[in-house]
């Protein structure tokens, strides 16, 4: 069982992984006898994905290795990082809507339940909140898959942009 070599492009970066081949570790994580775990080489410090794609080092933030990019890569970086952050806050406020409406729409059907004629059929009044959270779930998720394929076409157009530049 020997090691492989692998290489991603991260936001124009050439990184080199390398991957263990084979299990080597047995189920509960630890390592079996005599072999080191799964990404870890005796006595080296575990380089994780994050590191590597960022390439960031030990003690080094975002902001410094986003300084050693070159201008055109800060700029694509920054522009998918900004498209990324505005997909989720428009998830994280379709998530808080449809809770909103959901506790909001079960008060109103205890309510609508408790104050019913006695004999008439109106549990249909405990669908009404769900529905209305599923809605808003599905429409504000299409809204954020449309920022999510924004966020596509700006990462292919830096890598074309690139790759001319390269050529």
Aim: glycine share 12%; no cysteine.
């Amino acid at each position: 069982m020997g090691k492989s070599k692998s290489k991603h492009k991260a936001a124009g970066i050439e990184v080199e992984l390398l991957q263990s081949e084979g299990l080597g570790a047995q189920a509960g994580g630890k390592a079996a006898p005599g072999k080191a775990a799964p990404g870890k080489a005796a006595g080296k410090k575990e380089v994780t994905r994050s590191d590597s794609e960022t390439g960031a080092g030990e003690g080094e933030t975002l902001e410094e290795a986003i300084a050693k990019l070159s201008p055109e890569q800060a700029e694509m970086f920054m522009k998918v990082l900004s498209l990324t952050m505005k997909k989720r806050r428009i998830m994280l406020i379709g998530n808080l809507l449809a809770l909103l409406l959901l506790l909001s729409g079960m008060l109103w059907a205890f309510v609508a339940f408790a104050n019913r004629e006695p004999g008439s059929f109106s549990a249909w009044v405990f669908l009404v909140p769900f529905g209305s959270a599923g809605l808003s779930l599905w429409i504000f998720g299409k809204y954020a898959s449309q920022a999510g394929t924004k966020t596509t076409a700006a990462l292919d157009e830096g890598r074309q942009a690139q790759a001319s530049k390269s050529v």
